[in-house]
């Protein structure tokens, strides 16, 4: 039986895996952080991370990049195994993240589902195979709750993009601002938020006479909570490392 700690419990996703675990045989919440202190459902709820006493072997987080900061200190003096699902984190937070994986293992990734993690390898299979002859163009959309945009997954899928090109591209948020051709060494991204959309991204390479499009549409959060749960259970038994979906699919 693995014990989970949900930070930020008290939100969308920490209640769907509140309910995901609960329906689980092989783990168990035994407690959440939050801003306030109290209870959720029986299960107890901290705002100092200090005031866990040892309970929970790993750590899920969805939540904030300032929560996420404030948790790092704690996973490290307590050697506690972090499964990191926030987005929208800055480049020093980032550097945080991998310095803490020297000593604890940490699980990060954009998107926790199975089925974003595949579109991010059949992207990078797409662009190796239509080259550069092909504009690459990408469209999220998340609810009108959503703060960062673009979205954490949409950038995952121009890194993969990117990766496959060493590095070739750069890319475009806005061209409201720029009356200039297309370089065709850009990749678009954009961002649409409205109503409760739970996360759609659509990747279209757009070439001669032709568009490829790989779609990925989460008609539900448990998709997300799911993998999370997955990568906490594959955690709570490694070694200290940077470990990402990518991993977790090939033990698998």
């Not at 705002?47 to 490290?76: K, M």
């Not at 000593?103 to 059949?122: D, Q, T, Y």
């Not at 949409?154 to 009356?179: F, K, T």
Request: aromatic share 4%; glycine share 8%; charged share 20%.
């Amino acid at each position: 039986m693995t014990d989970i700690v949900i930070q930020g419990i008290g939100g969308r996703m920490g209640h769907v895996l509140c309910d995901m675990i609960g329906q689980r045989e092989d783990c168990r919440v035994v407690a959440g952080i939050d801003l306030h202190d109290g209870e959720q459902n029986g299960i107890p709820v901290v705002s100092n991370p200090e005031d866990l006493a040892g309970r929970g072997d790993v750590i899920i987080d969805f939540s904030s990049p300032a929560a996420v900061e404030h948790i790092l200190p704690y996973c490290e003096a307590h050697k506690m195994p972090i499964v990191l699902c926030t987005t929208g984190m800055s480049d020093e937070l980032n550097l945080k993240i991998v310095q803490l994986s020297r000593s604890v293992p940490v699980f990060k990734s954009a998107n926790m589902s199975l089925g974003i993690n595949l579109l991010a390898e059949l992207c990078k299979r797409a662009s190796a195979i239509l080259g550069s002859a092909y504009d690459v163009e990408i469209v999220e959309q998340h609810h009108h709750n959503k703060l960062d945009a673009p979205s954490g997954t949409a950038l995952m899928l121009a890194d993969a993009i990117n990766e496959e090109n060493n590095g070739a591209y750069h890319y475009v948020y806005d061209r409201s601002s720029v009356r200039a051709k297309r370089d065709p060494k850009e990749i678009g991204i954009s961002s649409v938020r409205g109503g409760s959309i739970v996360g759609d991204h659509e990747v279209l390479f757009c070439g001669p006479d032709e568009v490829i499009t790989l779609k990925h549409t989460a008609y539900s959060r448990s998709v997300f909570a799911n993998g999370a749960v997955n990568a906490a259970l594959y955690l709570a038994k490694k070694e200290p490392g940077l470990y990402n979906m990518s991993d977790l699919i090939a033990e698998r």
